[in-house]
């Protein structure tokens, strides 16, 4: 059974700090994903990672960069949180293409709040 | 640019009754369409459709794809109010890095009872 965690489910943090939320999956996958989530928009891309120091930016990465030192962690980071940054941010893990399913497999999401 | 366009947006039924969940996409290089329930944590994988016409069932929930118009239906019967949730439909598509998913919007659905 895959799982994906993350290091928080809520999170409260003040304009400008530095901000760093973290995702671990235990299916050794080499694909790892951060999404936000925002009524009536969806799911959208912010970065993604195919491999260990290997990343992507996605639809959105402005005001975010991310870190991928070991396989199974995927951290998201936010230099200096801005308050259009409060939202749902979600992290996934797959596996390649060509080695099963597209399925993503998703962590419980944490919910921040920039005040 | 990939497309996935979900509807409507939100939607609150009594328990009991029937709901239909509509899927509308416009992907280059088509495989197949997912969807997924999240609650209040992490989306949960429902389904994936590939073929047209073959419906695929989980209790009281149902999906079928139809690759000429270009759209997925979500059927959930005798609704109840654990189905309440977001429903969110994804399509798959690869870039150079990896494997992708294009998200619609989502569904809201609330079941009251």
């Known amino acids: 059974d895959v799982k994906v965690t993350q290091s928080s489910r809520y999170l409260v943090k003040r304009t400008g700090e530095k901000v760093f939320l973290e995702c671990v999956q235990d299916?050794?996958?080499?694909?790892m994903f951060w999404y936000r989530q925002d009524p009536g928009l969806g799911l959208r891309l912010i970065y993604f990672?195919?491999?260990?120091?290997?990343?992507e930016k996605g639809d959105i990465p402005e005001g975010y960069s991310v870190s991928r030192e070991k396989k199974e962690r995927f951290s998201l980071i936010l230099e200096s949180a801005s308050t259009n940054q409060t939202s749902m941010y979600l992290c996934?893990?797959?596996?390649?293409?060509?080695?099963?399913?597209?399925?993503?497999?998703f962590g419980p999401g944490t919910r921040l709040t920039v005040t | 640019e990939d497309k996935v366009v979900q509807s409507p947006l939100s939607l609150v039924v009594h328990e009991g009754d029937t709901v239909t969940l509509n899927c509308s996409y416009e992907?280059?290089?088509?495989?197949?369409l997912l969807w997924y329930k999240q609650e209040k944590k992490a989306p949960t994988f429902l389904f994936m459709l590939?073929?047209?016409?073959i419906e695929k069932k989980s209790g009281r929930l149902s999906s079928i794809l139809d690759k000429k118009e270009l759209f997925s239906i979500l059927n959930i019967t005798a609704t109840q109010t654990g189905d309440s949730a977001i429903y969110l439909c994804?399509?798959?598509?690869?870039?150079?890095?990896?494997?992708?998913?294009?998200f619609g919007g989502g569904t809201r659905l609330m079941v009251k009872p």
């Open positions: 996934a893990s797959s596996r390649p293409p060509g080695q099963g399913a597209d399925e993503q497999y």
């Open positions: 299916m050794d996958h080499e694909n």
């Open positions: 990672s195919y491999d260990v120091k290997m990343k």
């Open positions: 992907v280059t290089n088509f495989r197949s």
């Open positions: 590939t073929s047209s016409g």
């Open positions: 994804a399509a798959p598509y690869i870039n150079n890095a990896g494997n992708m998913l294009t």
